[in-house]
């Protein structure tokens, strides 16, 4: 089966930077779409950022120019830069991908997520 496990939450100061990572384990044969969802408390879980397997990046606005998303293949990770930070930023972090296995096909799995915190 395939796992996702997301790192690099924490607490976080305004204007300053996180780094997030999420790897991607089990019987996988391609990664298609990586990507960044979050939900702060009391609210929808939203899209922050995405990279297709060919490396096209998307951001929603309130990102733009800030967060960073890169993707690393052959390790099966992709990784959200993080930087001046906004307390509006602060939510539980989501990794998503859509992996294909020969299992069970093309799928779309979720990590648990991580905690970003962003106080002074």
């Known amino acids: 089966q395939v796992q996702l496990v997301e790192s690099g939450g924490g607490l976080g100061q305004p204007g300053g930077s996180l780094r997030l990572s999420c790897a991607a384990s089990?019987?996988?044969?391609?990664?298609?779409?990586m990507n960044w969802y979050r939900q702060p408390p009391e609210k929808e879980r939203e899209l922050v950022a995405g990279i297709s397997i060919g490396g096209d990046t998307m951001y929603v606005d309130s990102v733009k120019g800030r967060f960073s998303i890169d993707r690393d293949n052959a390790k099966n990770t992709v990784h959200l830069q993080m930087s001046s930070l906004k307390p509006e930023d602060a939510a539980v972090y989501y990794c998503?991908?859509?992996?294909?296995?020969?299992?069970?096909?093309?799928?779309?799995?979720w990590g648990r997520g991580t905690q970003v915190t962003v106080s002074s």
């Open positions: 998503n991908m859509e992996i294909f296995t020969f299992r069970y096909g093309r799928q779309t799995y």
């Open positions: 089990g019987s996988i044969a391609t990664i298609y779409n």
